[in-house]
């Protein structure tokens, strides 16, 4: 099987994989090793809730026992056409208006489902970019932008594959378009783990556009061990964890994990212990981490119960 996974790709997989041996358990841990300020590692991007993400992320926080508006909320502006640039702006204030205190990583669709990312580079697209840097930067001035993740995904609607030119020039252009907004933003240049569809350092935007090179990763298949699949399929695998540590150290930038979990493969306390002590070894390097706290294309929400192991190694090793 590909190493390059994508988190779509897998619904055929998904009933397979959850059915499949129980995940090995971690070894008993010491209390988190991150040091003073760790609540950098413990973001999420978790439900809507009855009123707005904020009061979830809150409930979030009470569950590691971190300090109210310590952690980084993640949220994704637009969904599926260009209008919703213009008509999301009241997400952003609504973050806002709950919680004034609250930082947040923007995730930035960089193009939709029948737009070629050459109008994007070409600026047929200004005015909506415009409109979504002009509603974020009212509310997080100094929010996170990362845009246009997961560019060497083959179903993404800004794959690079063959138009890594345009990629890159759309790129620059709308960080150009936020920088107008805020001088505080800081922008995310942020893959897809593995292989997948290309090698995403071809769709690499330049150092003066990339504030932070990111990551999203998950504990992915039903193949091998826990510990065989946290080496073959994240540590090691091409475009996975040591190449993003190499490729940001080349290029003088942190790293950050905006979207990580476990749940495709079951309940896997190994996965939390590793990227954990990932993160340990890695500290000084890594601007922040985010747990994928919603189910999606497969469960990945980690503070219901449904994966034991798992949740309470994560509340041992991020609670504050």
């Given at each position: 099987?590909?190493?390059?996974?994508?988190?779509?790709?897998?619904?055929?997989?998904?009933?397979?994989?959850?059915?499949?041996?129980?995940?090995?358990?971690?070894?008993?841990?010491?209390?988190?090793?991150?040091?003073?300020?760790?609540?950098?590692?413990?973001?999420?991007?978790?439900?809507?809730?009855?009123?707005?993400?904020?009061?979830?992320?809150?409930?979030?926080?009470?569950?590691?026992?971190?300090?109210?508006?310590?952690?980084?909320?993640?949220?994704?502006?637009?969904?599926?056409?260009?209008?919703?640039?213009?008509?999301?702006?009241?997400?952003?204030?609504?973050?806002?208006?709950?919680?004034?205190?609250?930082?947040?990583?923007?995730?930035?669709?960089?193009?939709?489902?029948?737009?070629?990312?050459?109008?994007?580079?070409?600026?047929?697209?200004?005015?909506?970019?415009?409109?979504?840097?002009?509603?974020?930067?009212?509310?997080?001035?100094?929010?996170?932008?990362?845009?246009?993740?997961?560019?060497?995904?083959?179903?993404?609607?800004?794959?690079?594959?063959?138009?890594?030119?345009?990629?890159?020039?759309?790129?620059?252009?709308?960080?150009?378009?936020?920088?107008?907004?805020?001088?505080?933003?800081?922008?995310?240049?942020?893959?897809?783990?593995?292989?997948?569809?290309?090698?995403?350092?071809?769709?690499?935007?330049?150092?003066?556009?990339v504030d932070i090179i990111g990551l999203d990763i998950y504990d992915f298949g039903s193949d091998g061990t826990a510990a065989e699949r946290w080496t073959n399929r994240c540590l090691k695998v091409p475009f996975g964890l040591e190449w993003q540590r190499d490729f940001a150290a080349a290029h003088g930038k942190k790293m950050s994990y905006p979207e990580w979990g476990v749940g495709q493969a079951g309940d896997n306390a190994?996965?939390?212990?590793?990227?954990?002590?990932?993160?340990?070894?890695?500290?000084?390097?890594?601007?922040?981490?985010?747990?994928?706290?919603?189910?999606?294309?497969?469960?990945?929400?980690?503070?219901?119960?449904?994966?034991?192991?798992?949740?309470?190694?994560?509340?041992?090793?991020?609670?504050?």
């Open positions: 099987m590909n190493n390059g996974i994508t988190r779509r790709a897998v619904l055929a997989f998904a009933a397979l994989a959850l059915g499949g041996p129980s995940a090995v358990r971690a070894a008993p841990s010491r209390r988190s090793q991150l040091g003073p300020g760790f609540a950098r590692f413990a973001g999420a991007f978790v439900n809507w809730g009855e009123t707005g993400r904020e009061h979830v992320l809150q409930a979030w926080e009470k569950w590691l026992n971190q300090p109210r508006s310590s952690v980084l909320g993640v949220d994704f502006y637009g969904e599926k056409a260009w209008e919703e640039f213009h008509q999301f702006a009241w997400v952003p204030a609504l973050w806002n208006k709950l919680n004034s205190a609250r930082n947040l990583v923007w995730s930035v669709p960089l193009s939709f489902a029948g737009t070629p990312l050459a109008d994007v580079a070409g600026g047929l697209h200004d005015d909506d970019f415009e409109a979504a840097a002009r509603a974020i930067a009212a509310s997080h001035p100094k929010a996170i932008v990362r845009l246009g993740w997961e560019m060497n995904v083959p179903d993404s609607n800004w794959f690079a594959k063959g138009q890594e030119d345009d990629y890159v020039k759309a790129f620059r252009r709308v960080v150009g378009i936020f920088r107008r907004h805020s001088a505080g933003f800081t922008f995310d240049w942020c893959p897809g783990w593995g292989a997948q569809g290309m090698p995403a350092d071809a769709a690499y935007p330049g150092n003066d556009v190994y996965f939390v212990q590793q990227m954990h002590d990932w993160f340990v070894a890695n500290k000084a390097a890594i601007a922040y981490a985010a747990y994928f706290d919603v189910d999606g294309l497969w469960p990945t929400q980690i503070d219901t119960g449904r994966f034991p192991n798992s949740a309470s190694l994560f509340r041992k090793l991020f609670a504050g």
